[in-house]
């Protein structure tokens, strides 16, 4: 499925870092950032998650709630929040089920060579449920910026 703004967000339940089960459904009436990023600790997921830590008190002000996703698994996660004072919850999509729904996960190109993998991807859910921005092709050090010019 190609998803585009406007469209209904697919729902979704992952297990999450904090040791629940994050559902979509349980924020309908908060606007909703999910964030899709290769692999912990790695240079430009480090970077990305590090710019939504630096401004997640003004996301949150703005009544945005922040998740990320990878198909790193729960110690992964942990890992990562504790080495850099991540503030959000990291979903854990291990069999890549979420990330292939939302056009995540699947072919890529990177330097030239073609691949399957996880694409570095953000989706701004509004507060009914409904799409309403998506950044294919996030730039790790700029997207803080840009989410929160969407949200202001």
Known sequence: MNLTVGMKAPI???????GEVVSLEDYLG???LI????KD???GCTIEACGIRDEHENIYRNGTVVFGISPDDFDSHNSFIK??????ELLSDVDKTVSTTYGAWGEKTLYGKKSIGMKRMSFLINEEGF???IWKKVIPD????QILEAIS
């Open 41 to 43: 600790d790695t240079p």
């Open 12 to 18: 979704f339940k992952l297990p999450s870092s904090s």
């Open 142 to 145: 700029r997207h803080a910026t």
């Open 30 to 32: 908060s606007k909703v």
């Open 131 to 133: 799409i309403s921005k």
């Open 83 to 88: 080495k850099f004072d991540l503030n959000f």
């Open 35 to 38: 964030f899709f990023y290769p």
